[in-house]
């Protein structure tokens, strides 16, 4: 490790923390459907786009019609997609003339896209037309974004609410966050991609000749737009097969701390948001403070065990670090910190190669992902995945002393409880139950890279990306098999719906419910005491469940290695 490493590092927290609450202000405004700079431009869209919907920014929904609006809205989008995939070949601006995309691949691909994974068992310079870039896969982009962001805000006003049986409108939040959050953000981020030289065109693909004579075809496209998107919303899907370490996806370091600042921005951001929503900006910054508190222990391992490279390499003479399938212009520091970032938010996008890593330093992106994506998370479902982790805290501090619990003046019940139990448990079962049964069958062990414990590592980081809806992939797995295409997607529609219902259950049920008054025996929630327990509960919660396949992946595959021994 390097002080300049440091340096790096510390400089993007520092950003983090200087945006969450001027943008948390700003989403507050337009949430709120309060006057914003944007207004004058925006509003008259806005209203029209409610009377092409058939809905008004004064209707609101209790929980079962919020769900169902959010889950119809979504399987007309998984259908739109799956039919512009399937039939590519047929359709325009394919300059490339690339074919229809087979039915399981479409299907994996349509459901990670819809899901925010983006999950990508494909090649995308290989595999997609431009249509598809655009119509399909970026307007997904922005719509499971702000799928994600709505139901945050809708969780979020259960608890600064009492005694009503409304949460929102879905409509209008996902219309919202569409248009005065993502657009807006997106377009200036676009033009300054484009500036730092990423492509911009419809044009079809450049054939040049290198130096030593022989014929190059190198891809171009509509990159910048979907890379804006793909970062700020979370969401990782590549315009490109090598993501973002493609020269034409991240060209540089300064292109690099863009992206990983709209990766964490507005899931950072949504922190000072419930905030100011129940009145308190303390409980947000305390839920900001449990965040990078697991963030900074995250990044301060992965870092160390890349810097402190392979100890075989090192046997033979070789000081350094471990640069295996990275980008030299990036280095082991901001590998590191990207491999962290984007597992902590559930964006998936890469900059490295993470089968590359080190045991040790790999297992931080797997124990990111297994947490739920709660450390910042993605636009909205890394918030309200850590108010699932909140209700539970607060309910072991309700034990501690004999009291009911309470959170922000409600009650936490045994309905909240079971409900946060049922959204926290649905991820192992799809990421330890698939990976318990893609090791023992011969049609999941084949696409496997390597033997031992890294085989091991590579099947279970495929389906803990799938389940906690990153789409980061490992390396070393060839997973465009059925077998593949189709429990990956299984896997990401348990990790997103199964977490989202439980959500907006508790959602409804704790909007309803009376605020208590402070009194002597209230656990306060915005102090570093809080801040402990929390962190407390998710790193013995994901220690107990995750721990003992970690053990069978890259914890003995560290021992071996340290023993003499490769795989």
Not at 177 to 199: E, F, H, K, N
Not at 354 to 376: K, Q
Request: aromatic content about 8%; hydrophobic content about 50%; charged content about 10%.
């Amino acid at each position: 490790m390097t002080i300049n490493g440091w340096i790096q590092i510390l400089v993007f927290c520092g950003i983090i923390i200087l945006l969450a609450r001027p943008l948390g202000g700003y989403m507050t405004a337009v949430f709120n459907g309060e006057r914003t700079l944007l207004a004058p431009v925006l509003r008259p869209v806005e209203r029209g786009l409610y009377r092409l919907a058939g809905t008004s920014e004064r209707e609101e929904q209790p929980w079962t019609a919020y769900a169902v609006s959010m889950l119809l809205f979504n399987l007309l989008g998984f259908l739109l997609l799956y039919l512009v995939l399937r039939l590519q070949g047929s359709l325009p601006l394919n300059p490339t003339g690339m074919s229809d995309v087979p039915p399981e691949l479409a299907f994996n691909t349509a459901v990670s896209f819809v899901t925010n994974t983006n999950w990508q068992n494909y090649g995308g310079e290989t595999t997609m037309s431009y249509l598809s870039q655009m119509l399909g896969l970026t307007v997904q982009n922005f719509l499971s974004a702000a799928t994600g962001i709505a139901l945050a805000i809708a969780l979020i006003r259960a608890f600064a609410r009492k005694s009503v049986r409304t949460i929102g409108n879905f409509w209008v939040d996902m219309t919202r966050g569409t248009l005065y959050l993502l657009l807006p953000i997106c377009i200036v981020m676009t033009l300054v991609l484009v500036s730092l030289g990423m492509p911009q065109t419809l044009g079809g693909s450049i054939d040049a000749t290198t130096l030593e004579g022989a014929r190059q075809t190198i891809a171009v496209g509509p990159v910048a737009s979907q890379v804006a998107i793909k970062m700020l919303g979370t969401n990782g899907g590549g315009f490109f097969n090598a993501n973002a370490a493609h020269p034409f996806e991240n060209p540089d370091a300064i292109s690099n701390l863009i992206q990983m600042v709209a990766i964490f921005a507005i899931g950072a951001a949504l922190t000072n948001v419930f905030g100011r929503m129940v009145g308190n900006e303390k409980q947000g910054w305390a839920i900001f403070a449990a965040m990078g508190t697991l963030f900074l222990i995250g990044v301060a391992v992965c870092y160390w065990s890349e810097a402190a490279g392979n100890p075989l390499i090192h046997a033979l003479g070789i000081d350094g670090g471990n640069m295996e399938g990275k980008e030299a212009r990036f280095g082991t520091a901001l590998s590191a910190l990207f491999a962290t970032v984007t597992t902590a938010a559930s964006c998936g996008a890469v900059n490295a190669m993470h089968d590359s890593f080190t045991a040790l330093g790999g297992m931080i992106p797997l124990i990111n992902m297994m947490l739920g994506e709660i450390i910042i998370g993605g636009v909205g479902a890394g918030f309200y995945g850590i108010l699932m982790f909140v209700v539970i805290a607060i309910f072991v501090a309700g034990l501690m002393v004999g009291r009911t619990p309470e959170y922000l003046g409600k009650k936490i019940e045994g309905k909240e409880v079971k409900m946060a139990m049922l959204a926290v448990l649905c991820l192992p079962l799809a990421m330890l139950g698939f990976a318990a049964v893609a090791v023992v069958l011969p049609t999941g062990v084949a696409s496997v890279a390597n033997a031992g414990p890294h085989g091991f590592s590579e099947i279970l980081y495929a389906y803990t990306s799938a389940a906690a809806n990153n789409g980061s992939a490992f390396g070393g797995l060839t997973g465009n098999t059925p077998w593949y295409n189709v429990t990956l997607g299984i896997a990401m529609l348990m990790g997103r719906f199964l977490v989202i219902v439980p959500a907006l259950a508790i959602a409804g049920s704790v909007a309803a419910k009376k605020t208590v008054p402070e009194s002597a025996g209230t656990f306060p929630t915005d102090g570093a005491l809080f801040v402990g327990l929390l962190t407390g509960v998710i790193i013995i919660v994901g220690g107990l469940t995750f721990f003992p396949a970690l053990a069978l992946g890259p914890v003995v595959e560290h021992l071996a290695i340290a023993a003499g021994q490769t795989f």
